[in-house]
């Protein structure tokens, strides 16, 4: 009310237009934060609604709010495809158009990204068959879970794992861009930052979840189960973008377990199959298998009763 | 443009029909993924929304955007409580359904389902008054806090608490999926993973919150206090289904305070009244009254100063 | 169906009568979280949207699913800055109303709200400039980013920090609840506490991001980068409201790294520019420039092959 009125006047819209001709001059003095005149950018809200709309073809009937018979899951998953494609390739054409893949040129990238969209689909039963595992897994490893209905339903590694693998394939394919954004479609749900191109075995559980990370170079083995705030990252080095394309993450083999908040450093960190990483353990080099890898004990000084609340000032 | 003529031809139509098959076949084949002819599942979008309108009704006038008289909150709390009971009953029935409680059966949960609507709607002003000790906590334990209305209007974890106060009383009444689908609908939104299940005493914070974990087994006294990162967590035990409701979790007592990142494992573990634990400690026993809990002292070495940017390398 | 006529029974609407009055009740006797006849509060639905429209302003043409021309930027910016001023006005009046800056009034409240959206305004080219500092540093940090577009449109890092970087404007000017509301509504989204009140020097990256935390009164140098979990937080002493204003939270002087899931705590505490800190470290005092810390090394035990399903059961 007291705003509407004021608006309008002389004044108002004097400055208004003076601050708006201080960004204009800030876009053509800042260089790369501006979007302008350029080459179309897959859409964010696109990817979004396709990784949906893949989720609910890889685990039919658990994301709609009624019941899917037999008799109509046949056309009910024809007519997603169909959708599925066209938005797809719109998406994929732009990412080409980006940045073409070697050996290719713009005038190539209608074709291939028909092309890539196929293939793409045609992986949907291998992508279902490794999620599948996983969702054995989440069962099997949480005395919480009641039915691997409720897993599916309201685990979020479900989600995220199932991103992960969708955006895995399109990664292995040479899309840029539409991978990560669709990771990290998922890291805002979920919290889990899962790196499209990390190479991820069968079987694979992340407990809670939130803070998790998975950089782009790991590799893990079969039936590895880990929780909230785990880290496989990279060192910082200096070198910076001169290490693109080198492995820079560690590999877990097989049947290992990491605990919260445990960080696992450098591309030639290799954690050995069985082995079991305690809870904010940081390490930085490799174990054989069957290790079991823990910080120093804890120490422990208990306080006077009358300093109970002291304790909490927490003086060191 | 380029991809809406070309869908509809026939090779494509051909391509994706293929696609379908393939994709039908493995719905036939894989088990676990599969939600098909079977019992109607409770909405996840149906759940979300009455969370929120049980908020509203917890917190009356502060999620709107307008301010509300009391002349006019009975008519608003009626309207809203009959609503919400007419929604909840339909989700209780479908996870009733779903899973009868030991000594029921499906006939009965029609009755049931009514009569666990009312039981927990009558539970309301107890689940208030809990929170309104929440609030307080957050107020008086966080010195940048401005006032009680800004610690409801935006710190995440009172949204958090109270969800998990809700489906906490679905909880002990023996309801399935929905009080996990409330609090994994909070998680996602707070990055605060607190199960349903966990008995919570009064005057409890969680300061910033994201990725603190608090497991189905748990017991949290009064005026606990903790941060970001922490985990309340069970033994990754391969013994797996077959711990389903053993006690796995830790047991904090009155006034304990933990720090961000800090791990607290397994059911017999019980951390004494008063005691303090430090950031990033990973715990796995007992500790007894007024302890203070802390890992070795760090490591300090100051590298040459024309090292320091070798120092980001990190080489340990 | 049901639930349907059953509702209207005049049974069922007997008990939600008295469910009603319990409620209100309980509004009645139950002080802190009821805001009824109260000035209005800001609206976080209001105020998320004003921060989206800001980010377009930030950066142009990249989160639009078409592409900008030169040619219409001028009157797209001019549309959004005049849509942005009125209702960011109305907010900041709602939040003077609401606890009027010391030395002012309510009936100054129209005035100055219309002052510092103006000024806020003006501010926006100076953030945009340090906005682009920290793209680059996001950029030229991460190996796997693929272009300053990508880190635009995948990075949460960037709209986290350009929140907060918009958010502090608002703080120093004395605006209460906005501020907060504003960078609440981006932890929600990417998992990055960063208080509005942090002064954050300029190339700064956090990468993955989730779980870490800025505390209020936090001071960052120049080309810091930070990780996942990461925390800069206060002591949790037993003064609370008391400590309101004092400084309680870490500098960081230039350069500095802090790896995943690190602590460093307290007013008094200053990283030295040029330190790197290692995961998981929980840090209570100063260090000199150049400084390395780390925790103890951790220990490894290498179980027996026959062991290795025991080593998951994890007793330590």
Sequence with gaps: MFVRGLLDSPVVQ?????LTERLLASYRQTGGINHLDGKNLPSRHAIALIVQDVLRVLCPGFFSDRVIHSSEVALETATLMDSVAGRLE?????SLDYAPPAGTNRALAGTLARQITFEFLEE??????????????????????????????AYPCIEAIAVQRIAHVLYRKDVVLIPRI????????????LHPGARIGSHFFIDHGTGTVIGETSIIGNRVK??????????????GQALRGQKRHPTLEDRVTVYAGATIMGGDTVVGAGSTIGAS?????????????????????VMEKKRASAALDFQI
């Design 14 to 18: 004097k400055t208004l237009t003076e």
């Design 90 to 94: 719109r998406e994929i054409f732009k």
């Design 124 to 153: 949907l039963p291998t992508v279902r068959d490794l999620l599948g595992t996983d969702v054995e897994a989440a069962y099997n490893g949480d005395p919480a879970a009641l039915s691997q209905d409720e897993v599916i339903v």
């Design 182 to 193: 669709m990771t990290e479609w998922a890291h805002g749900r979920t919290g889990m930052d």
């Design 226 to 239: 880990m929780y909230q705030g785990v880290g496989l990252v990279a060192r910082s080095l200096s070198a």
């Design 281 to 301: 353990v940081f390490l930085t080099h490799s174990v054989p298998p069957n290790s079991l890898v823990v910080n120093e004990e804890v120490r422990v000084k």
